[in-house]
């Protein structure tokens, strides 16, 4: 069974940073692509970054490029988020999910970032 | 920036059929997918790659496409159906991947 389990998020204020990680089980880590998306409290899902399977390419979203880093493990099956001068726009649950078909076949609960003074 | 425009909100009757579309200027180039979010729970991929389905998706939940929209139908609608329904794609150069801003499916 799939399983993704973010953690690191809580509350920091503006400006600030945090590291987020996703523990993987289930499968290969190493080999499938993976993602970190976001859902702003009672909106919609706003997709923030892509990492490709050996790690060797990212993409990220103009709303989060320059402040925000993707990275993975793959001894450690873990996927991670350096998130970098923080703003209040930024709080959201963020979710890691796994590449699937170029889409994102599995996903994880997430973890709540909360950006405030 | 690329959007993928979907109605706010759909109503249907238990056994109706719903169709939720999502436009968007590169659908006839690049494929679309589908989720399904209940509340409180993390989103669950029901279409992939236009029109198939994941395993464990029930056949009632189907993708089609035409032009630059794409439809998902749920077919034989049940009160478990009701949720937010989000579409996905990428922008031409598959550079970013996008989301619908999501609709609200009610079940009467």
């Known amino acids: 069974e799939v399983q993704l389990l973010e953690s690191g998020g809580g509350l920091v204020q503006p400006g600030g940073s945090l590291r987020l990680s996703c523990a993987a089980s289930g499968f290969t880590f190493s080999s499938y692509a993976m993602s970190w998306v976001r859902q702003a409290p009672g909106k919609g899902l706003e997709w923030v970054s892509s990492?490709?399977?050996?790690?060797?390419?990212?993409i990220y979203a103009d709303a989060v490029k320059g402040r925000v880093t993707i990275s993975r493990d793959n001894s450690k099956n873990t996927l991670f988020l350096q998130m970098d001068s923080l703003r209040a726009e930024d709080t959201a649950v963020y979710h890691c999910?796994?590449?699937?078909?170029?889409?994102?076949?599995?996903w994880g609960q997430g973890t709540l970032v909360t950006v405030s003074s | 920036s690329y959007e993928l425009t979907q109605p706010p909100s759909v109503s249907v009757s238990p056994g109706q059929t719903a169709r939720i579309t999502c436009s968007g200027d590169a659908l006839p180039k690049r494929y679309a997918y589908w989720y399904r979010q209940k509340p409180g729970q993390a989103p669950v991929m029901v279409i992939y790659n236009d029109r198939e389905r994941p395993s464990g998706i029930p056949e009632r939940f189907s993708g089609s496409t035409s032009g630059t929209t794409v439809t998902l139908t749920i077919s034989g609608v049940q009160a478990e159906d009701e949720a937010d329904y989000y579409c996905?794609?990428?922008?031409?150069?598959?550079?970013?991947?996008?989301f619908g801003g999501g609709t609200r499916l009610t079940v009467l």
């Open positions: 996905q794609s990428a922008d031409t150069s598959a550079s970013h991947w996008v």
């Open positions: 999910a796994r590449d699937f078909e170029d889409g994102f076949g599995d």
């Open positions: 990492i490709s399977d050996s790690g060797g390419n990212s």
